[in-house]
Nanobody, 123 residues
């Protein structure tokens, strides 16, 4: 059973930065695509960014320029660097994993999820 544990969330002010981490265990890390989703209060969970085992990435256009996804295969960890945070970035951020090298952007395509980490951005 794949286990994912997120960390790095918190309360910050608009314009600040945060780096989220997601540590994976019980998995052949390189064989999995890792993604970040987020869910704001009252909204559906949405895709943020993904990275495959060969370090190929995909990110929504709305996130480009502020967010960066990366992974360290030696540490079984994926990161989401978030800069210039805005109040509308407030959400629970979830890490998800899927075997294979295709980055999918829909919730139903992921069988493995972390518990989430709260990010709150005050104005």
């Amino acid at each position: 059973q794949v286990q994912l544990v997120e960390s790095g969330g918190g309360l910050v002010q608009a314009g600040d930065s945060l780096r989220l981490s997601c540590a994976a265990s019980r998995v052949t890390f390189r064989a999995y695509t890792l993604t970040w989703f987020r869910q704001a209060p009252g909204k559906e969970r949405e895709f943020v960014a993904g990275v495959d085992g060969s370090l190929g990435t995909y990110m929504l256009d709305s996130m480009k320029g502020r967010f960066t996804i990366s992974r360290d295969n030696s540490k079984n960890t994926v990161y989401l660097q978030m800069n210039s945070l805005k109040p509308e970035d407030t959400a629970i951020y979830y890490c998800a994993a899927n075997p294979g090298q295709l980055i999918r952007a829909t919730v139903r395509d992921y069988a493995y999820w972390g518990q989430g980490t709260q990010v709150t951005v005050s104005s």
